[in-house]
Nanobody, 123 residues
């Protein structure tokens, strides 16, 4: 199970940190990802860490602004979002997968999902 927290309303240029706590499995041995879905748009990958390849990946739209991380002691993953823009407004989902992935942003290959957290960037 993955439980998210940390969404909310923030002004453009502001910051938010999303958390996603895992229970029932050890997150350290999983590939992890953050995805988002805006109204009327398809789900898109924001960032991911692929366990087998040891790579960290970001969508071009968030590079330099967002940082993915995990705390193995707390069995929790995070997404630090800085310099937020109105176009970042979406429901954000965390995801985890213990098998190989065809790509970090292949959302349909992840087995575990958080419940979603609304992030709204508006003045």
């Amino acid at each position: 199970q993955l439980v998210e927290s940390g969404g909310g309303l923030v002004q453009p240029g502001g910051s938010l940190k999303l958390s996603c706590a895992a229970s029932g499995f050890t997150l350290a041995y999983y590939s992890i990802g953050w995805f988002r879905q805006a109204p009327g748009k398809e789900r898109e990958g924001v960032s991911g860490i692929m366990y087998y390849q040891g790579t960290t990946n970001y969508a071009d739209s968030v590079k330099g602004r967002f940082t993915i991380s995990r705390d193995n002691a707390k069995n929790t993953m995070y997404l630090q979002m800085n310099n937020l823009k109105p176009e970042d407004t979406a429901v954000y989902y965390c995801a985890a997968e213990d098998g190989p992935l065809g790509g970090w942003d292949h959302w349909n290959e992840y087995d575990y999902w958080g419940q979603g957290a609304q992030v709204t960037v508006s003045s």
